[in-house]
């Protein structure tokens, strides 16, 4: 059986993989649902919060003040998470503190920015996300011989469980994404399989109708050296900072598949026009600030501090 392997297995995994053990051994460490697993009377109990406030499984938890005594520590992945936990739930801000996700080595970096007749999109968010919109603004531009895209999107990402329980609610848009002519429909990639291509597509597109608390997948294709094409929703423009082309979200998805149908539309004569020496500015930025080399000196100050 297939265990979950979204966003926050995959930055579990890297903080194990970079950061010392002895020090990961001083905290009892619980991801995102409050006492997933149980509390540990005698360790520093730190829970590190990757997912939105208003979600079913953590809110009411978070709004019985009573409970915020139980961690010692609240790590959030962005300042927009922590901001919004500080707002609706009044959490200790003398405990809680913001690290950054990364990404690791096993990204492979894009190399070659040469101009090209054909663009490459992709799309590996699940599918609730955006892709709906995404899908309907492909459908109106069948005609536009010049971009291609691939969706890797499903529910398997969280595991068998959860595919089963929720994936029929998505075989429609899995049936029309295989249906356009101009989207080839993929399916489940394991993360480290995506990484090795990546960089292989000239935009990454995200009509982001979901409130990201970070967004791995922005920052990893942006890191390779992608265009991104994104809603300014949530913790995007955060994490993104002035790199994407944004289209502004608005709540009426006709409308937004129209923005985004039209700003597809000039990703050919975009991308080929794109100065390479920006692209590559990008990368080095994302490698500065969003590594994982990077990021484990953050994790290993604030254990280091932990008494």
Request: proline fraction near 5%; charged fraction near 25%.
């Amino acid at each position: 059986m297939q265990l979950p392997k979204g966003g926050t297995e995959i930055q579990e995994a890297y903080l194990r993989k970079h950061v010392k053990k002895e020090l990961l051994d001083k905290i009892n460490l619980t991801t995102s649902i409050p006492e997933k697993t149980p509390v540990v009377i005698d360790r520093t109990n730190v829970l590190w919060v990757h997912n939105s406030y208003d979600q079913a499984n953590l809110a009411p938890w978070f709004k019985n003040k009573l409970n915020h005594g139980k961690y010692d520590w609240y790590v959030f992945n962005s300042h927009w998470t922590y901001e919004k936990y500080r707002y609706f739930f009044d959490i200790p801000t003398e405990r809680s503190l913001v690290i950054a996700n990364g990404f690791d080595d096993e990204l492979v970096i894009k190399k070659n920015f040469d101009p090209h007749p054909k663009i490459k999109m992709v799309y590996t968010s699940t599918p609730w996300r955006g892709l709906d919109v995404l899908l309907a603004a492909m459908e109106s531009i069948q005609k536009n011989e010049h971009v291609e895209l691939d969706v890797y999107s499903s529910t398997q990402i969280y595991g068998d469980q959860f595919k089963q329980h929720n994936d029929n609610a998505f075989k429609p848009l899995y049936e029309k994404a295989e249906k356009l002519p101009n989207v080839n429909y993929k399916g489940y990639i394991d993360h480290s399989e995506l990484m090795k291509k990546l960089h292989t597509y000239d935009v990454y597109v995200h009509p982001s109708t979901f409130e990201e608390t970070f967004c791995l997948a922005a920052m990893e294709s942006l890191a390779a050296g992608l265009i991104v094409v994104t809603t300014d929703l949530g913790a995007l423009p955060e994490v993104c900072a002035g790199f994407p082309v944004y289209v502004p979200y608005m709540k009426d998805k006709k409308q937004l598949a129209q923005k985004f149908a039209y700003t597809i539309n000039q990703m050919p004569m975009f991308v080929n026009a794109a100065n390479p020496d920006a692209l590559r500015f990008q990368q080095d930025y994302y490698r500065n600030f969003y590594h994982w080399d990077i990021i484990k000196g953050y994790w290993e100050n604030f254990l280091n501090g932990i008494k």
